[in-house]
């Protein structure tokens, strides 16, 4: 077991970077986190009594009540209550943000604005501020009335539109995807205004959409259409460019093979006990499985149905054949912990530890740290005050005093 504390470097890549974040729900909060990992200051501003939507998405919750949902994306911050119709605590927003390095907000267009909290107000009392805004589908007028849902993105974005079992059958991610990767294009953004400060010394506003990120996500599937003219449909688990990549039976549970070249295909038939396939015109390039997709898939399933995936995984990876179960959850943990990835993260102590999925950016120089569990709501109310009305030279205190026992934790199977 390795103690994330006892790694504990003087300084993470971003500190001294402070985040005013007025994120709520997934996209936000995911880029947000990244920046604690990374070691900046996350001051996460909250609803008082109600706090980031998500504390209420359940279930699942853990045995302490606490959404799984918020916690999900809200280490390594500290929640302060404000609500920025009061007076009071609007002025204690506004110095927070004179005194930090960047704003995150992903309100409907419009509503940061009506409090005075828009990127040309704020830029006028701190021209250093890095402001990012993440919308579902831009900033225009036509726009700000559509909720930015990611199930919506998905749907009329064209995701859906490729992703199912068969023609009709729209299916969406299993997973909120295009929030995630809104995220991560609001991280990249900011960390490249970030870098542009420290030539011009101005900040700059970062804009970020859903809808955009999901069609420039979709990468070749995009391309497809927009330098082709091809509009893609769902082709189940195939893959439009590439055969045998899909799944196939087994006598358990489904595998996945994903061959990519010539050789490996000859070494799947050859493995699979049919190597006359490698040589039949109608299977010998990529092209022609491509073309023969239908045929390809009986003669490969006739001969991996009769093995475990398990067989087929170790057999096919040991000849250099792309191949792997179908995991659950708990099993791709368990394989991550197997390769030595270190995949959990136990931040807190004793009744307040909480296992969370750890960053997966390793930094030889400034790695990732682990320093504070998911927030309580408020609960860093009076260390943040104390730090608005004291000398804007004044930093926030760097060390957690009682939830910052975070340790890389090995696991089992199921554990």
């Not at 497809?224 to 195939?238: E, L």
């Not at 087929?312 to 054949?321: H, I, K, N, Q």
């Not at 659950?328 to 368990?334: E, G, L, R, T, V």
Request: aromatic letters at 6%; glycine letters at 10%.
């Amino acid at each position: 077991m390795t103690d994330a504390g006892s790694q504990h470097q003087p300084f993470g890549a971003l500190t001294g970077i402070v985040v005013a974040d007025f994120s709520r729900v997934l996209a936000a909060p995911y880029a947000t986190m990244l920046f604690g990992d990374l070691g900046a200051d996350v001051i996460k501003i909250e609803r008082p009594g109600l706090g980031d939507d998500t504390r209420q998405w359940g279930p699942p919750f853990t045995d302490d009540h606490e959404a799984t949902y918020f916690l999900s994306v809200n280490r390594n911050k500290r929640s302060f209550t404000a609500d920025m119709s009061d007076p009071a605590d609007h002025r204690n927003l506004v110095e927070l943000i004179r005194r930090a390095d960047v704003l995150i907000e992903n309100f409907r267009p419009g509503t940061m604005a009506r409090h005075g909290l828009s990127y040309d107000q704020l830029a006028a009392i701190n021209p250093r501020l890095v402001y990012c805004s993440i919308t579902g589908f831009g900033a225009g007028e036509a726009a700000a009335a559509l909720p930015g849902y990611d199930l919506l993105v998905q749907a009329v974005g064209g995701l859906m539109s490729v992703t199912g079992p068969g023609p009709g059958q729209p299916v969406k991610a299993g997973v909120a995807l295009v929030d995630v990767l809104t995220g991560l294009h609001a991280a990249v953004g900011v960390l490249a205004a970030l870098r542009a400060r420290e030539t011009t010394g101005r900040g700059q506003l970062v804009e970020v959409n859903l809808l955009s990120t999901l069609l420039s996500s979709m990468v070749n599937q995009s391309v497809g259409y927009t330098a082709a003219g091809s509009v893609p449909g769902i082709i189940g688990n195939r893959h439009p460019s590439i055969a045998p990549y899909q799944l196939f039976p087994a006598s358990d549970r489904p595998v996945v093979i994903a061959v990519g070249n010539d050789r490996q295909f000859a070494q799947l038939c050859a493995t699979l006990g049919i190597p006359e396939l490698a040589k039949d015109p109608l299977f010998a390039t990529n092209p022609a499985r491509v073309a023969h997709i239908e045929e390809l898939d009986r003669a490969i399933s006739t001969q991996t149905i009769g093995q475990t995936a398990g067989h087929w995984y170790r057999t096919l990876s040991a000849c250099g054949v792309p191949c792997g179960p179908v995991n659950d959850i708990a099993d791709a943990f368990a394989m991550a912990n197997d390769l030595g990835l270190n995949p959990l993260v136990t931040l807190g102590a004793g009744n307040d530890a909480v296992r969370l999925p750890a960053n997966p950016i390793s930094l030889s120089e400034t790695p990732v740290s682990y320093t504070r569990r998911p927030p309580r709501l408020g609960q860093d109310a009076d260390e943040v005050s104390a730090w608005l009305h004291g000398p804007p030279t004044t930093k926030l205190p760097k060390h957690p005093d009682h939830h910052s026992n975070s340790k890389h934790q090995p696991m089992g199977a199921h554990s």
